[in-house]
């Protein structure tokens, strides 16, 4: 370690795809592999920060308290915390997590940080990160949570957002004990497109067309999808969802309101399929942003959202965070941009940070700059300056897979997975060009190789062949050749120790077929300075013929090896060690063909988890090594010590994919595997180690010299041109490649077969693949194919000549023997069998199909018989009628098994032995008497009396059965029942059957006399001939015959031989009775018959006479004549003869068909009767599967409650035991709280202790001193309270205040304290020391009733979490006496219904009406009782005449009720007449007189007294005419003294005008001078002045409410004399 230094971080490049979060106003920070980077916006400079564990997982940060925190990816990962700008880990939080976190979150206002975990546990976790303390956790919380953030108003407020969930945890505080509670959001529910919706299944049930409707109209509802979340100024939170929906819910109420929807029809046209990435409250207004590269700023006026300002972005943006000082909006894209908005400076959005976030596949550096070149897995390359800034980027367009950097001159090679390798200029860093582009492999480049002077470059693929380029611009890249080597190569070095020697390489090659990564064998050779000089020559392939090649043979299997000055390095992945072997110069003595086994020198033991990857520096003095654990590892090349290591990658990820040094040795740069990261370290160095590196810069100037040299034409070649495609137009035979013999197969003739191999030969020949597809070594053959064509042209010719003659000769030959069959003239008989020897291949493998396909069929028609068929103890069979459709099938019954023989065997004794013991009991009646209502209640009563033989004595009654067993046991009873009767019905089917197949037999012998007799009566008519049909002889379905097989049958070999023979014998045996002359004379003589019969007399013919036939009549003798007479005589006998015989046999045949037509009558009337029987029978047994179903739903409902008994016995067993835990935490809360409350009181009186200790502690000063003190004892100080700012309620979207933290209030008071306890306010008559022993007194005092406001706080804060308490332990005391109470109904609903069973009656058709109403227990929502029809009439007669007699009571009831009707309408009509009196008189009584109307009242004359008042009203008017004509004297000359002083007052404001503004100059002289001089005199004047203007004005207030109020008691007053003055009638009339 001591060699070197140590590795220390130079820039890092990548961007994860996480979230980007503000660490203070101006500070970014995100995730970079297993670093965090932190990126100023201003200065644009970047900082990075290495994880401490093994890679970066969540990150959060916390602007406030200047905090950020991040998980690690490991098992039981850490959760790490530290401050910033220091970078100082504050904590590190462990907790029970096993795998990863998946969101972090830390408050605003206190030490909390929230954690959510992933698979198994999903708990969310808070942390107080200060103390490192775990305060509360909850399992299974955060099952579909992707984000958590704490109410920004309120840190014990958490907001966890899932995948379709929205749910609040609040923590609860009792002292130092936490709880998490959740509360779930009801989101709004949205209907569901018609596309989600699920298609209903369509059937042909007619019963279904009900269901299909009712699916079809079924309004299916989804809840919205929640896609991102924001905290409003009014701790509410704005939810965008996925569907264009933003909702506000407020998380005390739980109540979700809809600010903006997108279906209703005044929706937002550009919100209308607006889907919310992400939002923030910026400027106002809310930010929203979509998928689709647009940013709305939204605002509200009087809860109406609209779009204040829209922003087109470059791409989508995935996140937005809004800075704490509320000026900068920072939006992040998950393909590696940042951008910045700052409405205060300008409305474009700024772009921050651009970087690719696909994976680097490799880098490299070079020149003395340290610039780096790295990969993409997008295909793109980039260069980066030394500092980390990107400088230009060239898109390949291709998967490329690793890269070189050439040590003379400015360029880049690039190895694609097409196998092509790219060489890029580096020298203008704003224009990066492909200058060259070679295709040696058709598969992917795996090593890319410079020697250390830049002579060659070395590569290899996955074939065998490693190439060697010469790397210079001014060969323009030249192939110069390729070297075998055994194997595929795994790694690949080279070593040229000083300038002008060799250049050797090394390579370890493993087997082709080994998937290990493991090779035993290096290959080493040298390559000359000056390339391809004297000491090895290429051949026509392009193969090196290098003599110097040495192959090793290592003990252990190496999976990386790099050759150093004499030694090479390898790493054994079997024995986990590290190992250097040793090249002498005895080892290159040896013959170089002859493989040696090379023994490792040193061995050292290191842990590395998968296959590691060695490196040398350029320098060779360090080894690099790397794997899986992404730790990067140096080592010194003389002591194999390791000298320093830094974790550069993150090991779950992946770890290190690549390392590269840069020329000097002084950089290492390496690329993760998963974590997208580029990162470049500077290697620290110690004094020794430089002394060496300033020997090493000879080297570099002498490569400085082919620099100079090469870079300049490198800068001259010209941009590779991108190669165009040519569509190259091939026949149809090219591109089938099909020869003279492939074209028989298709089916040319030999001909046109000749013809085309011939011609194909010729178009070979000119053929060759486009350039753009050929590798090196593929054009390399070509040119040399080319050569030996041109070389050997004369010779082609000739032999292309004789072929043409051969052609010709072979046309004629095929034209002449055409007609000859193939096999005859088949010039190529081995093609022939081959083709024969295809055809019967193909033939045997249809010939096995075919059997398999038979073989399968014969065991599914076994399968199929064995189930359907064999297994059946009754056949299913069918009887039909001869001379109608009718048609009577049995019962198909399967033997019973053994198990329903047991069951019913043991049904049976249990019922006997109940039987038993209920005789023995004294019962009058058993249960168990076979009951008519199984069987005989089916039918009638004098039809299936033989049923009751099949009834099964030992079934229950239907009324006793109250128990499960008990219906089981019946159910097992009345299927034995059941079976007896269809065996009852099959023994009668069978019967009857049989019958049928006699009276077949007898048919068909009555048919044969029948067409006997129709054959001697010559009629030709078709006879009724009964046949059984397959449903009555189902038998035949199983048998085959053959004339139902129409293909042809295939017999093999034997079968025809064997045919044949039967053939042959049944041929001889007709030959030798072909000449029987026993048989023929039989014939002849008898007909064929041995009996003799009776002379057939239909047959017998009387012919005419010979000459009745020659002659005419008239030439007839007499003898003639008689002997005609006598024919006719003859003639007319057998004539009347036959008539008479056939008119018996016409009789017989037709009593034949008569007793046909009969026998088969009565056949079909015993059908008739047969199927009667099993309608009675379908009948009964319908009856008693009716019973089978009802008991069995019975049981399966018993079985439901017993199920739903169990389901409320575990849960309540799980309130319980929750009770009881329950209980145990809250008897602890209680505790918690009595002990803080003592506490709280001792506070409480030790505060009061204080107040009444201050007199004993200045006892010994005077008393008005005292008091003066204990007045500023309790003097506080004044603490700024923060002032509440007037807020726009209507503005939903208004903006965060700062987030500045509120003023501590001890702090304050303690502040307010200092100034008070200036020596400036200490009284008169006070020393110093009592001053200050009066402060402490005083500070004390304080902080004491400080302290009790904060322990009071924090005791209520306690006191409301243990009532909180104490409701859930009541609600759930109140569901545990629900779920009891439910126990409870539901053990009673199953004993009624075990009690009360479903009876089924039987009610005889034709009777009684019934009500087509399916009218149950159930449906009529009451109980049935079963009784007599008798009571029931006997009831209704009753009614009846109780009916009668309540008619003859309504009807005189309804006569008197008329008669009180009319007497009550009478009385209301007087009742009315009074209470009009009645008010009359009020109001007479309430009537208001006058001393006029009363004087007027009591005159007797009332004109005397009208005369008398005119009189005196005439005085009074003369009276009055006399006192305003001396009113107006008086006032005239009022009026012209008043006129008089006007003049006066007029000159004397003319003479004070004229010395007017000498006046205000005065006056404000001297108000200047005395606000001046006495303006403090003048505050206090208007001080008082003012205090006594407010008590003169509370004074006159006072005592005008005084007067108010004496003045409500002298109206009051006067009308209460008004009313004794002036009396009403009343009072009058009783006066």
């Given amino acids: 370690m001591s060699e070197i230094g140590t590795l220390e971080i130079s820039w890092i490049q990548g961007f994860t795809r996480d979230n980007v979060e503000f660490v203070d106003n101006n500070t970014v920070c995100y995730a970079c592999g297993n670093h965090i980077c932190f990126l100023n916006l201003e200065t644009k400079t970047r900082n990075v920060f290495p994880s401490p564990g093994r890679s970066v997982g969540a990150l959060t940060t916390d602007c406030r308290s200047g905090t950020f925190a991040f998980s690690e990816r490991k098992l039981d990962p850490s959760i790490f915390v530290h401050t910033f700008p220091e970078l100082e880990l504050k904590n590190e939080l462990k907790g029970n997590t096993p795998l990863d976190y998946t969101s972090l979150t830390l408050s605003d206002g206190g030490p909390y940080l929230g954690s959510c975990s992933s698979f198994p546990d999903y708990s969310i976790t808070v942390w107080n990160w200060e103390k490192a303390e775990l305060l509360c956790t909850q399992s299974q919380g955060g099952r579909d949570v992707i984000y958590l953030e704490f109410n920004p108003l309120n840190c014990l407020q958490l907001c966890a957002l899932g995948t379709t969930t929205l749910t609040f945890w609040n923590i609860e505080r009792c002292g130092s004990f936490h709880l998490l509670k959740p509360s779930a959001v009801q989101l709004p529910e949205i209907p569901v497109s018609s596309s989600e919706k699920p298609t209903p299944t369509f059937t042909k049930d007619p019963n279904c067309i009900s269901q299909i409707l009712a699916a079809l109209s079924e309004h299916k509802e989804a809840p919205v999808t929640p896609s991102t979340i924001c905290w409003t100024a009014t701790s509410q939170l704005c939810v965008g969802c996925a569907e264009g929906y933003l909702l506000l819910v407020d998380p005390e109420s739980l109540s979700v309101s809809i600010l903006v929807d997108p279906k209703a029809a005044n929706a937002i046209p550009e919100l209308k399929s607006f889907y919310f990435q992400a939002t923030a409250l910026y400027g106002n207004g809310l930010i929203a942003v979509g998928k689709e590269s647009v940013m709305h700023c939204l605002q509200s006026e009087k809860n109406q959202v609209s779009i204040r300002q829209t922003w087109q972005l470059e791409r989508p943006v995935t996140t937005a965070v809004v800075s704490p000082n509320k000026d900068a909006l920072l939006l992040s894209a998950n393909t590696g941009q940042i951008y910045v908005l700052n409405t205060g400076k300008s409305d474009q959005i700024e772009k921050i940070l651009d970087v690719h976030n696909s994976s680097f596949v490799t880098a490299a550096l070079f020149s003395d700059k340290n610039i780096c070149v790295s990969l993409r897995d997008s295909g793109i390359l980039q260069l980066w300056s030394s500092g980390g800034t990107c400088l230009a980027s060239l898109p390949l367009e291709t998967e490329v897979l690793n890269i070189t950097c050439c040590p003379i001159a400015h360029y880049a090679a690039v190895g694609t997975a097409s196998g092509k390798i790219l060489f890029i200029d580096l020298n203008f860093e704003k224009q990066l060009r492909l200058v060259h582009k070679i295709d040696l492999y058709h598969t992917a480049v795996d090593h890319l190789v410079f020697d250390q002077e830049g002579c060659y470059l070395l590569c290899s693929g996955l074939d065998s062949h490693l190439y060697v380029l010469d790397g210079r611009p001014s060969a323009k890249f030249k192939v110069l050749g390729y070297v075998e080597v055994p194997g595929r190569i795994l790694s690949l070095s080279t070593q040229c120790h000083a300038r002008g020697e060799d250049v050797k390489a090394l390579a370890l090659c493993g087997s082709q077929e080994d998937k290990k990564n493991e090779g035993s064998w290096l290959l080493m050779f040298c390559l000359p300075f000056k390339g391809i000089g004297g000491s090895f020559s290429v051949d026509r392939q392009g193969c090196l013929h290098i003599p110097k090649i040495f192959k090793f043979k290592v003990p252990a299997p190496l999976t990386s090896c790099v050759l150093g000055i004499g030694e090479a390095f390898g790493y054994c992945h079997r024995s986990k060690s590290l190992q250097r072997f040793q090249f002498s110069e005895d080892t290159f003595s040896i013959f170089s063909k002859k493989k040696v086994t090379l023994n490792p020198k040193d061995e050292v033991n290191f842990q590395l988890p998968g296959c590691a990857t060695l490196l040398l520096s350029p320098d060779c003095m360090l080894l690099a090594s790397m794997g899986r654990q992404g730790v990067l590892q140096l080592r010194s090349t003389s002591s194999m010590e390791l000298c320093c290591q830094r974790r550069c990658h993150s090991k779950r990820l992946g770890g290190i994919r690549s390392v590269s040094f840069s020329p000097d040795s002084l950089k290492v740069v390496t690329t993760g595997v998963g974590d997208g990261s580029l990162l470049c370290t500077d290697i620290r160095a110690d004094d020794e180690y430089m002394a060496a590196y300033k020997k090493r810069q000879i080297r570099a100037q002498s490569i400085r010299t082919s620099f100079i040299s090469e870079n300049p034409i490198l800068i001259n070649l010209p941009v590779q041109e991108e190669e165009t495609s040519v569509s190259s137009k091939k026949t149809e035979e090219t591109e089938f490649g099909l020869d003279a013999t492939d074209a028989l197969q298709f089916g040319l003739d030999a001909t046109d077969a000749l013809q085309f191999g011939l011609d194909a030969t010729e178009e070979d020949e000119h053929y060759l693949p486009p350039a753009s597809t050929s590798t090196w070594l593929e054009k390399r053959h070509e040119e040399i194919v080319k050569e030996d064509n041109k070389e050997h042209a004369e010779t082609k010719k000739e032999l292309r000549d004789t072929m043409n003659e051969l052609r010709e000769a072979v046309h004629k030959m095929m034209l002449e023997n055409e007609n000859l069959p193939i096999k005859q003239f088949n010039l190529d008989v081995e093609e022939q069998k081959r083709l024969d020897a295809m055809a019967e291949e193909e033939a045997q493998k249809v010939k096995a199909e075919i059997e398999q396909d038979i073989l399968e069929k014969q065991f599914q028609r076994d399968v199929l018989k ?625 001393k006029d109307d009363m004087e007027c009242l009591s005159k007797k004359d009332p004109n005397t007294h009208v005369l008398e008042k005119i009189s005196k009203m005439e005085k009074s008017i003369d009276f009055m005419k006399r006192t305003h004509k001396r009113a107006i004297h008086r006032r005239m000359k009022k009026l012209k003294q008043l006129n008089k002083k006007i003049s006066m007052t007029a000159d004397s404001s003319t003479a004070i005008k004229k010395n007017l503004p000498e006046m205000e100059t005065s006056v404000a002289e001297l108000r200047h001078i005395y606000e001046a001089a006495a303006t403090e005199e003048n505050e206090a004047a208007e001080r008082d002045e003012r205090y006594q203007e407010i008590l003169h004005r509370r004074q006159l207030e006072d005592l005008a409410r005084a007067k108010s109020d004496e003045l409500d008691l002298l109206r009051k007053e006067v009308e209460r004399l008004e009313r004794r003055n002036f009396p009403s009638l009343d009072q009058l009339k009783h006066n």
């Fill in 866 to 1490: 064995r189930e359907c068929w064999d297994s059946m103890l009754v056949k299913p069979r069918s009887i039909n009628a001869f001379h109608s459709k009718l048609a009577v099938q049995n019962y198909p019954l399967k033997e019973r098994r053994e198990k329903e023989l047991e069951d019913i065997s043991r049904v049976q004794n249990m019922r006997a032995i109940e039987k038993a013991a209920s005789k023995l009991m004294g019962r009058k009646k058993d249960s168990s008497k076979p009951e008519e209502g199984h069987v005989a209640e089916s039918a009638d009563n004098e039809k299936l009396s033989v049923l009751l033989a099949y009834a099964n004595k030992y079934l229950y009654d239907q009324f006793s059965m109250q128990t499960v067993e008990q219906r089981v046991n019946q159910i097992i009873l009345i299927q034995d029942l059941i079976y007896s009767i269809k065996m009852a019905f099959n023994s009668d089917f069978d019967a009857l059957f049989k019958r049928k197949l006699k009276e077949i037999k007898i048919v068909e012998d009555r048919n044969k006399n029948i067409r006997d007799i129709m054959l001697e009566l010559h009629i030709e008519e078709e006879l009724w001939e009964p046949r059984l049909t397959d449903m009555e002889w189902p038998e035949r379905l199983l048998i085959v015959e053959d004339s139902e097989i129409k293909a042809e049958k295939y017999l093999t070999p034997e079968q025809k031989a064997e045919e044949e023979r039967l053939r042959l014998e049944r041929e001889a045996r007709l030959a030798a009775h072909k000449d029987d002359s026993r048989e023929r004379a039989l014939k002849d003589m008898m007909d064929g018959v041995l009996e003799v019969k009776k002379v057939d007399i239909l047959k017998v013919e009387i012919f005419p006479p010979e000459f009745s036939l020659t002659k005419p009549p008239i030439q007839w003798s007499e003898e003639e004549k008689k002997l005609f007479k006598e024919y006719e005589k003859n003639f007319k006998e057998l004539t009347e003869e036959k008539e008479k015989y056939k008119r018996g046999l016409e009789f017989e045949m037709k009593k034949l068909q008569e007793i046909i037509k009969e026998s088969t009558d009565k056949f079909d009337e015993s059908l008739i009767k047969l199927f009667e029987k099993k309608v009675k029978f379908m009948a009964a047994i319908y009856q008693e599967e009716l019973k089978i179903t009802y008991l069995a739903q019975s049981v399966r409902k018993v079985e439901e409650m017993n199920r739903q008994e169990q389901e409320l016995k575990l849960k309540l067993e799980q309130l319980l035991a929750q009770k009881v835990t329950t209980e145990k935490d809250l008897m602890g809360y209680k505790d918690m709280v009595e002990q803080f409350q003592f506490e709280y009181e001792d506070f409480v009186a030790e505060d009061k202790n204080l107040d009444s200790e201050f007199r004993k502690e200045f006892a010994d000063l005077p008393k008005y001193v005292t008091d003066q003190l204990y007045k500023l004892f309790k003097r506080r100080p004044r603490i700024q309270r923060r002032g509440t700012q007037s807020v726009d309620d209507s503005n939903v979207f208004r903006q965060h205040g700062l987030n500045t933290p509120a003023p501590d209030g001890l702090s304050q008071i303690l502040a307010g304290m200092e100034e008070m306890d200036a020596p400036e306010n200490m009284p008169k008559g006070v020393t110093q020391s009592v001053w200050e022993k009066f402060c402490a007194v005083r500070k004390t005092k304080v902080e004491s009733e400080q302290k009790i406001k904060v322990n009071g706080l924090e005791l209520a804060e306690m006191q409301a979490f243990l009532q909180r308490r104490l409701d859930e332990d009541y609600a759930a005391q109140e569901e545990i006496k629900q779920h009891f109470e439910e126990l409870r109904s539901l053990r009673n609903k199953r004993n009624q219904h075990l009690m009360n069973p479903m009876i089924l009656v039987v009610l005889p058709q034709g009777q009684v009406e019934t009500s087509s109403v399916d009218l149950t227990a159930e449906t009529a929502e009451t109980d049935y009782i079963l009784i007599n029809r008798s009571v029931v009439d006997n009831l209704k007669e009753k009614i009846r005449k109780v009916a009668e007699q309540k008619i003859t009571y309504m009807e005189a009831r309804c006569e008197v009720r008329k008669d009180i009707i009319q007497l009550e309408w009478q009385h209301r009509v007087l009742d009315k007449k009074i209470e009009d009196l009645h008010e009359q008189k009020r109001d007479i009584k309430m009537l208001r007189l006058s």
